[in-house]
């Protein structure tokens, strides 16, 4: 069974520094991330978007282990800001009232 958690979806449309709907899924980010297929931005991020709480949270060690290097959207066709996306993701995660049920 999916489940969508609409808080989620919504408070990310609220994140300024959120802005991963641009992401064409090109692999590039991928391909230069040191952390390699444990990252996934470009899956991560529509999961986020779609409001998928449950793979959002299995990805919590991921999104928790993102060096933060800026490797990725260095070489960002589309200007995602994925370490500041990976951060607003973090902040959500660790906010008391946010539910990702
Ligand atoms: S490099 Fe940018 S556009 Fe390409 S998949 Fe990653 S986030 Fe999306
Ligand atoms: S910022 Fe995170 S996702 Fe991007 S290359 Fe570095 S470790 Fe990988």
Not at 20 to 39: D, N, V
Not at 55 to 70: G, N, Y
Request: glycine share 6%; aromatic share 6%; proline share 4%.
């Amino acid at each position: 069974m999916i489940r969508v958690s609409s808080d989620l979806a919504a408070r990310l449309k609220k994140e300024e520094g959120f802005n991963a709907g641009s992401c064409f899924h090109c692999g590039t980010c991928t391909a230069l991330c040191p952390l390699g297929y444990k990252i996934l931005p470009r899956k991560l991020f529509r999961e986020a978007m779609l409001g998928l709480g449950d793979e959002v949270r299995a990805s919590i060690p991921q999104i928790f282990s993102c060096l933060l290097c800026r490797m990725c959207e260095a070489n960002c066709p589309q200007g995602v800001r994925i370490a500041e996306n990976m951060r607003t993701l973090r902040c959500l995660i660790t906010r008391e009232d946010f539910d990702l049920t």
